[in-house]
Nanobody
Framework: QVQLVESGRGLVQAGGSLRLSCAASGRTISRYVMGWFRQAPEKEREFVAA????????SYLDSVKGRFTISRDNTKNTVYLQMNNLKPEDTAVYYC?????????????????WGQGTQVTVSS
């Protein structure tokens, strides 16, 4: 079992930055694909970014490309999401997820473990 805990929640103004962290425990995630998803009120959960176990491959939602960066530190069993130039439409609960096998995926159903989520609110 892998437990994931997100941190870095916050309220920022449009144009601001936040860094989310996802700390894993229970197992090393060094061979897991890691992803970030988000869910706004009354909307479905959507893919934001994913990274392969070696950090060699990353994938992003089109609307966050150039603004968000996913990274990982396998020595710390932690994944990060650096969010710059935030917009009000980025407001959502952000979830960290781990996929035990395969390649980075945009589908929530491909991920085996999930964190509880952390709130990000961007004011205009």
């Amino acid at each position: 079992q892998v437990q994931l805990v997100e941190s870095g929640r916050g309220l920022v103004q449009a144009g601001g930055s936040l860094r989310l962290s996802c700390a894993a425990s229970g197992r090393t995630i060094s061979r897991y694909v890691m992803g970030w998803f988000r869910q706004a009120p009354e909307k479905e959960r959507e893919f934001v970014a994913a990274i392969s176990w070696s950090s060699g491959t990353t994938s992003y939602l089109d609307s966050v490309k150039g603004r968000f960066t996913i990274s990982r530190d396998n020595t710390k069993n932690t994944v990060y999401l650096q969010m710059n130039n935030l917009k009000p439409e980025d407001t959502a609960v952000y979830y960290c997820a781990a996929r035990q096998f395969g390649v980075p995926s945009t589908l929530p159903s491909d991920y085996n473990y999930w964190g509880q989520g952390t709130q990000v609110t961007v004011s205009s």
